[in-house]
């Protein structure tokens, strides 16, 4: 296969057909269609058995005092903002999804953005203790990818600041800390998405995991309007709730998820080992002693080497049927909404910059088949090959 032409110069696509970046892996059975049945027959749709339960199973399978389903990440990170009584700023890196700014700033709260390791792609805690002040409320620090950051520098910052540090935890369920410890057990809360590009997935949904008992409480009135059930609100909640069937779906799933996540790092190897040996391609650097879920498979890619940079192979890859997309592109300080307070930033963010000039993910998914990550390999190499007329045919943007 060595030397065929791309298909960006007249060459046959490596795949025939497009294949998704993302793919939920979930179980579709007959006791989930039961539940659902039963579900739909009892007419409560919200605030059920199923929550409850599935709820119980999470902070089981944790291993935390008490886990809080809500609707989404987001609307987990905007009320544990809000039941925390931040006020002041926050800090939290800008290599992130726009989901961590957002609920920062829909909080009214101001975000100050720390630089991240460009190894490991996290928080880096140096910058983050040159930025806290007394107007800091916050630390929101993000698992990246699904591996975890370093969380033990993290928190000895936040406890000897005395501010809270929540967990931005998206892309990191079933990871663990360098103490076999799962995440989601550190910080004052970690906040997890179950949307359908996770590695567990409800079809839309988060759940907020915490040792605070009083944080779990307030949570729970919190995501229903801030009624404690009265029709009194005791504070500004909104809809947060976590829909019966999506609490259904991921019952169903979890007793099977660490099999799903240990085919997901078995492919994310096959990726490493077949592309490891490529000029000018690197990957993030899962911190010694722990493991990373793999939520997205992210390559570095270096253009001198290479011979093209990372827009130019995602382009290249398109033709080959082979999507990909450059997380965090733009990082959040260059977003237009958070410019404000980009400018006149204390800290540079040139670990940010550099990486998001370079990263590039690629398509995985936990029933992926080996043979798929092989094919996307060979367009990477079959790019590389070619890079010298690549560049003519797909100039810079």
Known sequence: MKNLLPASLGGVPVLETEIPMARPT???DGPLFESIREILASGQMTNGRHVAAFEREVADWVGVEHAVAV???TTGLLLVLRCLGVSGNVVLPSFT???SGHAVLWNGLDPVFADVRTDSFSLDPDRVDALLGVDTGAILSVHTFGAPCDMEALESLAAARGVPLVVDAAHGFGARYEDGSRVGTKGIAEVFSLSPTKPFSTGEGGIVTTNDAALARELRV???YGNPGSYDSVLLGLNGRLPEIA???GRRSLPHLSGWLERRVALADRYRSNLGDLPGISFQQVRDGTKSV???????VEPEQFGLDCSQLERALAAENIPSRR???PPLHRQSVYRKWASGAADPLK????LSDRALTLPLYSHMAAEVVDSVCEAVRRVHEHADSLRAALPPQ
Request: proline content about 0%.
């Open 26 to 28: 979930v179980v579709s």
């Open 71 to 73: 609707s989404n990440c």
């Open 97 to 99: 999804f726009i989901a």
């Open 222 to 224: 919190a995501r229903n």
């Open 247 to 249: 609490a259904a779906i």
């Open 294 to 300: 793999y939520k997205d498979f992210c390559v570095l």
């Open 327 to 329: 997380y965090f592109a």
């Open 351 to 354: 670990g940010t910059e550099w």
